[in-house]
């Protein structure tokens, strides 16, 4: 099956990134745009590891760890790199990282973690994504549009919830939405709208990528399996590290082995996970 090529992964760098813009989009969720010098570039399903909150004129240790989060998309500048951050304010953290201002300084290191796998060109890629997820297959979405049939198909509890939809539509992209109130979109879990979509598909037409919750990315593998296509999922393990040395953030494998996600991952073929082992 012909690949189409990506590049090699680039090496990461530790900065001082400017807050350019801290925005709430609604509910709990923020677009963070971060100017960084010397960004190298990144694939998509790459990550960065963020202070939890802006760096202050005395070092906090409290909360100590960094954030891992998805890189939404980059756009170039002669200042620097604009780097985009959607998250949610869903604890101490990110409610740190919510009152960073225009100005303020965050640590950053990235990118980080394996890029996605991409498609071969007489695929159709099937992009799932809820939650925080969906920030993780933007730029795939984005680079794959001129090249093959993108679906993209998003979820959330309620309609506040989702992110980044009017970007995904600006891509051109097949979109549509589930929610669980029904408040837009399909009323239902958008796992149902993957079965819907590949229905009638032949195995080797089609392959899916997915970043969630844990509960839809294994819904998403037995529905892959199922119908004998190849499904990538972007998993979303608590880390402390970003580069393997904590080991904190192991994922059990199905031949009984482990994988570290930040180093070996986040993009993995969800048939090697063992996802009853997953929190």
């Given at each position: 099956?012909?690949?189409?090529?990506?590049?090699?992964?680039?090496?990461?760098?530790?900065?001082?990134?400017?807050?350019?813009?801290?925005?709430?989009?609604?509910?709990?969720?923020?677009?963070?745009?971060?100017?960084?010098?010397?960004?190298?570039?990144?694939?998509?399903?790459?990550?960065?590891?963020?202070?939890?909150?802006?760096?202050?004129?005395?070092?906090?240790?409290?909360?100590?760890?960094?954030?891992?989060?998805?890189?939404?998309?980059?756009?170039?500048?002669?200042?620097?790199?604009?780097?985009?951050?959607?998250?949610?304010?869903?604890?101490?953290?990110?409610?740190?990282?919510?009152?960073?201002?225009?100005?303020?300084?965050?640590?950053?290191?990235?990118?980080?973690?394996?890029?996605?796998?991409?498609?071969?060109?007489?695929?159709?890629?099937?992009?799932?994504?809820?939650?925080?997820?969906?920030?993780?297959?933007?730029?795939?979405?984005?680079?794959?549009?001129?090249?093959?049939?993108?679906?993209?198909?998003?979820?959330?509890?309620?309609?506040?919830?989702?992110?980044?939809?009017?970007?995904?539509?600006?891509?051109?992209?097949?979109?549509?939405?589930?929610?669980?109130?029904?408040?837009?979109?399909?009323?239902?879990?958008?796992?149902?709208?993957?079965?819907?979509?590949?229905?009638?598909?032949?195995?080797?037409?089609?392959?899916?990528?997915?970043?969630?919750?844990?509960?839809?990315?294994?819904?998403?593998?037995?529905?892959?399996?199922?119908?004998?296509?190849?499904?990538?999922?972007?998993?979303?393990?608590?880390?402390?590290?970003?580069?393997?040395?904590?080991?904190?953030?192991?994922?059990?494998?199905?031949?009984?082995?482990?994988?570290?996600?930040?180093?070996?991952?986040?993009?993995f073929d969800a048939s090697t996970i063992a996802w009853q082992?997953?929190?």
């Amino acid at each position: 099956m012909t690949q189409i090529a990506t590049t090699s992964v680039p090496a990461p760098v530790r900065a001082e990134a400017e807050v350019v813009q801290n925005l709430h989009e609604g509910g709990a969720n923020y677009r963070l745009t971060l100017r960084v010098t010397g960004w190298p570039g990144f694939e998509p399903g790459q990550f960065v590891m963020l202070s939890a909150g802006p760096q202050a004129s005395v070092p906090r240790t409290d909360p100590l760890l960094p954030r891992p989060m998805a890189v939404y998309r980059t756009r170039q500048q002669a200042q620097g790199t604009l780097v985009d951050v959607l998250y949610k304010r869903v604890g101490r953290g990110t409610a740190l990282l919510a009152q960073a201002l225009p100005g303020q300084k965050v640590g950053l290191v990235g990118p980080l973690g394996r890029c996605f796998e991409l498609p071969g060109a007489a695929e159709r890629a099937l992009l799932v994504a809820g939650g925080t997820g969906i920030a993780s297959v933007y730029e795939l979405a984005a680079r794959l549009v001129p090249r093959v049939d993108v679906c993209v198909l998003l979820g959330a509890a309620t309609a506040q919830d989702l992110m980044g939809v009017d970007d995904f539509a600006a891509l051109g992209v097949e979109l549509e939405i589930a929610t669980e109130d029904g408040s837009r979109g399909f009323q239902g879990r958008v796992t149902r709208l993957l079965e819907d979509a590949l229905a009638g598909r032949k195995p080797g037409t089609t392959r899916i990528y997915s970043c969630g919750p844990t509960g839809m990315m294994r819904r998403c593998a037995e529905i892959a399996a199922l119908v004998g296509v190849p499904c990538i999922v972007s998993l979303e393990n608590q880390m402390a590290c970003g580069f393997g040395v904590c080991l904190g953030c192991a994922a059990p494998l199905s031949n009984g082995s482990y994988a570290l996600v930040c180093r070996d991952g986040p993009s993995f073929d969800a048939s090697t996970i063992a996802w009853q082992g997953l929190p």
